[in-house]
């Protein structure tokens, strides 16, 4: 009989996420931060309890000029979507944040709930607002078939 359970003081891997060729939106620059923010993910994942907090931090830092790169980009680009884009960032760093204080509380579980909860968001956001504003920058905003509403935005 086989059983599922782990063995005590048998470490097991931590669980870690392989990018998926979808995310990859052909604009180099946005691509190697997102390569990173997967990685920053991989790392929530990975660590100990004792660097859960200094990991989420580093999320912190990583995403927020992740996404104040593409709020510039998308102000270079008058790109129509903006708000919505930019909200959609908003409300992710405002759970990060929240998370990040129960983390110094000593809750270092819910470290790596964040990091996998991101997963399905960042899929969702890849594909959608962040594939719009790839789309626009390769191509201009002008080009034919380039988005022109709320393309990716629930609101
Ligand atoms: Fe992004
Ligand atoms: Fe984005």
Same mark, same amino acid.
């Given at each position: 009989m086989t059983s599922t359970a782990t063995t005590p003081g048998v470490a097991t891997a931590p669980k870690q996420i392989p990018w998926q060729d979808e995310w990859t939106l052909n604009h180099s620059q946005m691509d190697e931060t997102?390569?990173?923010?997967?990685?920053?993910?991989?790392? #929530? @994942? *990975?660590?100990? +309890?004792?660097? #859960? @907090? *200094?990991?989420? +931090?580093?999320?912190i830092d990583h995403t927020v000029a992740h996404f104040e790169q593409e709020r510039v980009w998308m102000e270079n680009t008058n790109f129509p979507p903006k708000g919505c884009h930019i909200g959609e960032h908003d409300r992710v760093l405002?759970?990060?944040?929240?998370?990040r204080q129960?983390?110094?509380g000593g809750d270092y579980a819910i470290g790596r709930r964040l990091a996998e909860e991101l997963?399905?968001?960042?899929?969702?956001?890849?594909?959608?607002m962040d594939a719009a504003l790839a789309y626009v920058l390769i191509e201009?905003?002008?080009?034919?078939?380039?988005?022109?509403s709320h393309d990716g935005c629930a609101c």
């Open positions: 997102h390569h990173e923010f997967i990685a920053e993910i991989n790392h #929530m @994942l *990975a660590v100990p +309890d004792d660097e #859960m @907090l *200094a990991a989420v +931090d580093q999320f405002a759970i990060v944040q929240q998370v129960m983390v110094a997963v399905p968001w960042f899929n969702q956001h890849a594909q959608t201009g905003p002008d080009a034919e078939g380039a988005p022109k």
